[in-house]
């Protein structure tokens, strides 16, 4: 399943470049228009390989549309304001093959999660004032809290679920998944911290400053 990557976005706002007059939100009109061009050719590429949306859902082209709008998405600052993830499940029922679909993508999503912490983390090591065996522990213990993040998100309501029959008896659901940037930063924030709290025992100051907040 493609998904609007950077490159795209890229894309779009460069051929926007030379309309600098225009108003913002001219510009963000035109933005959706190209991103939903792109989000109805993405839908008759998932017909086509025999995706279908289940009895009473909205169109598949309307689900992607929307799906694709969430991601242009900014907050104030001009960030994106939601981190996404496509899942996929395979099994013999479709409510198995749903919670797999949706579990591969909340790890998908802790993965995304992590890498922020990450940098956030190592962006602060140097003025937490560890030593070098503490440093590399803390690498460490972030690298491996992806799995405690996804389990703290808790359920994550798709913004669409896609089914397709692979053979007799056999159902694939692909899915996709939004989280808040700044939600989902505060959650890993709380376990990265308890996490470095427990196991290598830093005092309240060490975990203030790599959390970025002295």
Do not use: C, H
Not at 1 to 15: D, E, H, P, R
Not at 23 to 50: F, H, M, P, V, Y
Not at 101 to 109: H, R
Request: proline share 2%.
């Amino acid at each position: 399943m493609k998904k609007l990557n950077l490159l795209v976005i890229a894309v779009i706002l460069f051929s926007f470049s030379s309309y600098a007059q225009n108003t913002n939100k001219e510009l963000t009109k035109e933005l959706k228009e190209k991103a939903i061009k792109e989000a109805r050719k993405e839908a008759k590429s998932l017909e086509k390989d025999g995706w279908y949306v289940p009895p009473g859902s909205l169109p598949m082209a309307k689900l992607v549309e929307s799906s694709w709008l969430k991601q242009l998405e900014t907050k104030e600052d001009g960030s994106q304001r939601y981190i996404y993830a496509d899942g996929n499940g395979v099994a013999e029922s479709k409510s198995a093959a749903e919670m797999q679909s949706i579990e591969l993508g909340k790890l998908l999503l802790a993965g995304q999660i992590e890498t922020q912490m990450n940098a956030l983390i190592s962006a602060n090591v140097g003025n937490a004032q560890l030593s070098t065996e503490e440093a590399a522990s803390v690498t460490e213990i972030v690298a491996s809290a992806k799995n405690i993040i996804a389990t703290e998100l808790g359920y994550v309501n798709p913004s669409f679920k896609l089914y397709r029959d692979v053979k007799k008896g056999t159902i694939e659901v692909q899915s996709r998944l939004f989280y808040d940037t700044d939600q989902s930063l505060q959650i890993a924030k709380k376990v990265v911290r308890e996490e470095l709290k427990n196991k290598l025992k830093l005092n309240e100051e060490k975990l203030e400053t790599l959390m970025g907040i002295n």
